[in-house]
Nanobody, 115 residues
């Protein structure tokens, strides 16, 4: 099982980034997919969630209207479109796959928002 995140980086406030998470080694279309983030000194927090078929999404209140989670089950990939980034979005972002007792994590990608 592998979850490989990409797309992080150092950006200025107000710009956009799109994170990707490529999955392999399991039946991707069965799994709900999540993006978490962890800022220095803080607990890991759920940022966005998408159901297995993509019909249901949920967001952390502070990112609603700015972030969009989506998935392409044909490509085994989940995305997080992040618009209007703020310094408080700075964190390591982790991809997570969950189904019944299965719980898989990627290695994380750093997003730093700073002027």
């Amino acid at each position: 099982v592998q979850l490989v995140e990409s797309g992080g980086g150092l950006v200025q406030p107000g710009v956009s980034l799109r994170l990707s998470c490529a999955a392999s080694g399991f039946t991707f279309s069965r799994y709900a997919m999540n993006w978490y983030r962890q800022a220095p000194g803080k607990e890991r927090a759920l940022v966005a969630r998408i159901s297995s078929a993509g019909g249901s999404t949920n967001y952390l209140d502070s990112v609603k209207g700015r972030f969009t989670i989506s998935r392409d089950n044909a490509k085994n990939t989940v995305y997080l479109q992040m618009n209007s980034l703020k310094p408080e979005d700075t964190a390591v972002y982790y991809c997570n796959a969950r189904f019944l007792t299965d719980d898989y994590w990627g290695q994380g990608t750093q997003v730093t928002v700073s002027s």
